[in-house]
């Protein structure tokens, strides 16, 4: 029997909130030089999407990513799972349909039994065995704080690829998992989530964006990227600025998970969602009666969140059906695209 371990006493932070926050992160990427010259990438550096993309010929192109963080449940499986199934959602965010992984490792040989690693590498094997593909191996270093990942690879054809640049004025906004992954894995870290909870919000992370790959091959759709560290605002903003539009959403209409709303008035909240908050500065307004408190729920960092879709309006219908018998049924329309007017990039009303 495998040695009882809290994988989350043994790292700083966890999931997509280790993210380097969107301030920090432009400042970086500022200056680093930006490839060009190449016709066949598609997209790189330069659009702050979810994965590389590279033309191979005329009906075929390669995604590439590669995503790990620390942990942020303390069940090695569990934790295998959820980064495994937030890697891959970058290909599905693409459009794209995953083909191969391998996995990205460090652990602490001298502080942890090795068979949680074990659990965390068959959770990983189990999450894409999920998807179709093979896990064929990685690389791994003796490190002080536990973390994996995948490498994933992906295939597309160019004309299914789907970046978060391509939102048209007129389009609804679907949101395909509820909101709160932060601030309830913050509450298990602190041990304030009970069973029930702490099943939800796994469940929530470990479930794989797969529906992406059909999302891409929908002419009606015309952008997706998935809702990680930056939270659901600072994904909107991206959206929003790679269009020149701007986007507006309803909270009323946001799904969130049970809970999320107490834990975020005790202050239950991840150090994430405050850096996020603070870095969008006046890009992101938020109008009405929105309790602060709450607002943090827009900025919390999620861990393998759910697809942010942009779809014309006379497809939404058949599109929440088909998302929904695929198992998503906390699907939404959230809000709305509109023709930028030089305002204010992402509105949040209640």
Known sequence: MMEQVCLTQHSHGGGCGCKIDPAALHEILSNVPKLSGDNDLLVGIESSDDAAVYRINDSQCVIVTNDFFMPIVDDPYAFGRIASANALSDVYAMGGQPILATSIVGFPVNKLPLDAMQEIMRGGVDVCKEAGIPLAGGHSIDNEEPL??????????????????????????????????????????????????????????????????????????????????????????????????????????????????????????????????????????????????????????????GLLVSVAPEAVDGIMEELTGLGFGDIAVIGEVRESHGATPVVIRT
């Not at 990942?149 to 004309?159: D, F, Q, T």
């Not at 799904?255 to 909240?269: C, F, N, S, Y």
């Open 148 to 305: 994996f990942g995948l490498c994933a690879v992906g295939v597309v054809h160019p004309e299914n690829i789907k970046t978060n640049a391509g939102a048209r004025p007129g389009d609804v906004l679907l949101l395909t998992k509820p909101l709160g992954i932060g601030i309830m894995t913050t509450a298990i870290k602190i041990k304030m989530l009970d069973d029930a909870g702490r099943a939800r919000v796994v469940d929530v992370m470990s479930r794989l964006n797969k529906p992406g790959a059909w999302l891409g091959q929908q002419k009606a759709v015309h952008a997706i990227t998935d809702i990680t560290g930056f939270g659901l605002a600072g994904h909107l903003l991206e959206m929003a600025e790679g269009a020149d539009v701007e986007i507006q959403v309803d909270t009323k209409r946001i799904p969130v998970m049970e809970g999320v709303h107490d834990l975020a008035r005790e202050g239950v909240v991840p150090g994430g969602a405050y850096r996020n908050l603070g870095a969008y500065g006046d890009s992101i307004a938020f109008e009405g009666d929105l309790d602060p408190d709450f607002e943090l729920i827009y900025t919390d960092p999620q861990t393998s969140g």
